[in-house]
């Protein structure tokens, strides 16, 4: 599975971090998204031109591009570890969540997610 994130994104974080929890193991693409070339790549990658998505079979054919969505699709890969089992508990998991995906647009203004380090340090290499 491909996991591309991009830069300056924090809905890519998000995706990335589900990744780490549930334990599941995916290459990870990262993109510059101040490149003039980001968009035209990333169109050929999903419909949505969006970060993150997540490539999730050999042949393309399954594709996620919304980082709520690649949750889910990695809660149901890793049987249910991002979530509580009791359903209530769930239930207040999966709204929290929802209401972190659609909220905090102050926050995220102020704290922006950023793989500057990571790239700096090799960790990670961007696509120009």
Not at 3 to 25: H, N, Y
Not at 28 to 55: D, F, M, R, Y
Request: proline share 2%; charged share 20%.
């Amino acid at each position: 599975m491909q996991l591309w994130v991009g830069v300056g994104s924090t809905w890519s974080i998000r995706a990335l971090l589900c990744a780490k929890i549930t334990g599941i193991s995916v290459d990870i693409k990262v993109i510059n998204l101040s490149s003039q070339a980001s968009k035209t790549e990333l169109l050929h990658v999903s419909e949505a031109g969006l970060v993150p998505v997540l490539i999730a079979s050999d042949d393309h054919s399954v594709v996620v591009h919304d980082s709520l969505a690649i949750a889910e699709y990695f809660n149901e890969l890793s049987n249910g570890a991002l979530y509580p089992e009791d359903r209530n508990a769930r239930a207040k998991a999966r709204s929290l969540m929802a209401e972190i995906h659609s909220g905090f647009g102050a926050i995220r203004s102020c704290y922006p997610f950023s793989c500057d380090a990571s790239l700096e340090s090799g960790l990670l290499t961007a696509r120009e």
